[in-house]
């Protein structure tokens, strides 16, 4: 939003519903948001973005993956797409778990990816799943088509289109799209002081028999019985954990009541 982003389009597919109980104001920060659910089955990247076409205004679009969590500064990616005039634009890092993108500094322009066009390149920058779109994507978009954008990145190489890039090292990314990433990201921003609210919720119950060892996350209305003993679990609003439970490194979602000895285990 410092960014001058004026309106949010959010594409939803399980549970539907928890995002009305997120926003039941269909808004956030006063910036309204639009939900539109891709049913019966999902879309991937680049049918989701042709599934929201009528709710996109003729100006250009920034998409972000659903399942990153980040705070990178956005100025530079918005000043080169403008500057480039850009069909797209990725946000890229230099470092990373999965550097797939081949990207040429000197034309602003990425040109392969996973050596896919075979430059003989495997890459070595890290796709963030953000990135700036002219309007003029939907000419490369199939609606209802469940499709990646990858293939459509490529194509559009391929053809001469403007696929450009910038590279952002600064701030901080996580792919949370595993159990490993989310609960480390969780970590991460406790160690850091960026925690938005504290480890345990005011409203939580937590037995004094019990043992939390290590950082424990512990949702809205949640429950901790006597006996219980965590080390690194994440409880969701109103998770329960039983009495005498045993549970290590388990993500207990909302209404779930886990009970025994658990580890790594998602509930």
Not at 193 to 213: C, D, F, M, N, Y
Request: proline share 4%.
């Amino acid at each position: 939003m410092q960014v001058g982003i004026k309106d949010f389009v959010v594409n939803t597919h399980h549970i539907p519903e928890a995002y009305a109980q997120a926003f039941p104001a269909g808004s956030y920060r006063g910036a309204a948001i639009s939900f539109r659910n891709e049913s019966p089955v999902r879309l991937e990247t680049a049918g989701g973005i042709a599934n929201v076409r009528d709710l996109l205004n003729e100006e250009p679009f920034i998409v972000y993956n659903g399942d990153i969590l980040t705070d990178l500064p956005l100025d530079s990616l918005l000043k080169e797409h403008r500057e480039k005039e850009n069909l797209v634009t990725l946000v890229l890092r230099s470092f990373g778990p999965a550097l797939h993108i081949s990207y040429d500094v000197e034309t602003g322009l990425v040109t392969d990816i996973r050596n896919k066009l075979g430059t003989g390149r495997e890459g070595e920058y890290l796709f963030t799943g953000i990135y700036a779109c002219q309007p003029e994507i939907h000419r490369w978009l199939t609606p209802g088509k469940v499709e990646s954008v990858i293939p459509i990145f490529l194509r559009m190489i391929q053809e001469g289109a403007r696929l450009g890039a910038v590279v952002v090292d600064d701030g901080q990314w996580w792919d949370l799209g595993s159990r490993a990433a989310y609960l480390a990201a969780h970590q991460a921003l406790h160690e850091q002081g960026k925690a938005t609210a504290s480890a345990i919720h005011a409203s939580a119950q937590v037995s004094p028999q019990a043992e939390l060892r290590g950082l424990n996350v512990i949702g809205e209305g949640a429950v901790v019985e006597a006996g219980a003993a965590l080390e690194d679990c994440i409880l969701w609003p109103g998770a329960t954990v039983a009495a005498d439970a045993v549970l290590r490194q388990c993500i207990i979602r909302s209404g779930i009541r886990a009970e025994g000895v658990q580890m790594s285990t998602d509930m």
